[in-house]
């Protein structure tokens, strides 16, 4: 992949710890990765200390960056295990809910036909969706969708058995559908 020169003179001069190289870089990417992290870290404040942890990770491992690959890819797969690490140190401190809540009774309540014109969501209406998932959910479900990791680099990367990554997979599609769908009816009505 042909890096853009402006860009290769700045990872460089990060490498040599140039700080308008840093600033430059950090500027350029700070959105992006922002919104790399806020799929998995649904609390801005807390995602902006991830994004941040994120670049001061990526400024101190810029040396091991080959040039091989896209650096957006390198940098995004950091800021990935930046955002999971934050969560299972809250997990482990307490501080996430690792319940699942019962989306059944909600299930019993939706209509059995949806038309597809009932079915156009913004954004806005997927983000509120995702940030009520699990955190356990949301992360597979990004690693998964947006990250195109398989079953198996899930397993691997959260530590836990490929079936319960499929199976993640599949409950947080089936909740993401029923919480849309209650979106949906709360602003047609």
């Given at each position: 992949?042909?890096?853009?020169?402006?860009?290769?003179?700045?990872?460089?001069?990060?490498?040599?710890?140039?700080?308008?190289?840093?600033?430059?870089?950090?500027?350029?990417?700070y959105r992006l990765m922002f919104g790399v992290c806020?799929?998995?870290?649904?609390?801005?404040?807390a995602t902006q200390d991830v994004v941040q942890e994120?670049?001061?990770?990526?400024?101190?491992s810029i040396n091991k960056y080959s040039s091989k690959?896209?650096?957006?890819?390198?940098?995004?797969?950091?800021?990935?295990?930046?955002?999971?690490?934050?969560?299972?140190?809250?997990?482990?401190?307490?501080?996430?809910?690792?319940?699942?809540?019962?989306?059944?009774?909600?299930?019993?309540?939706?209509?059995?036909?949806?038309?597809?014109?009932?079915?156009?969501?913004?954004?806005?209406?997927?983000?509120?969706?995702?940030?009520?998932?699990?955190?356990?959910?949301?992360?597979?479900?990004?690693?998964?969708?947006?990250?195109?990791?398989?079953?198996?680099?899930?397993?691997?990367?959260?530590?836990?058995?490929?079936?319960?990554?499929?199976?993640?997979?599949?409950?947080?599609?089936?909740?993401?559908?029923?919480?849309?769908?209650?979106?949906?009816?709360?602003?047609?009505?």
């Open positions: 992949i042909m890096q853009n020169k402006e860009l290769l003179a700045h990872i460089k001069g990060c490498q040599r710890g140039d700080d308008k190289s840093q600033r430059w870089i950090f500027e350029r990417y806020l799929r998995y870290v649904p609390d801005r404040d994120g670049f001061l990770k990526i400024f101190s690959g896209s650096f957006e890819g390198w940098m995004r797969r950091i800021m990935v295990n930046t955002a999971i690490d934050a969560i299972r140190s809250r997990k482990a401190t307490g501080l996430v809910l690792g319940v699942e809540e019962s989306f059944d009774s909600v299930a019993e309540e939706m209509p059995e036909t949806i038309d597809d014109d009932e079915m156009n969501f913004t954004v806005h209406d997927v983000q509120a969706a995702m940030a009520q998932l699990s955190p356990m959910y949301r992360m597979v479900f990004n690693l998964h969708v947006f990250d195109n990791l398989a079953h198996k680099e899930i397993s691997e990367q959260l530590g836990i058995s490929i079936g319960t990554s499929k199976s993640n997979l599949a409950k947080a599609r089936r909740n993401l559908r029923i919480l849309l769908i209650k979106i949906k009816s709360t602003d047609n009505v």
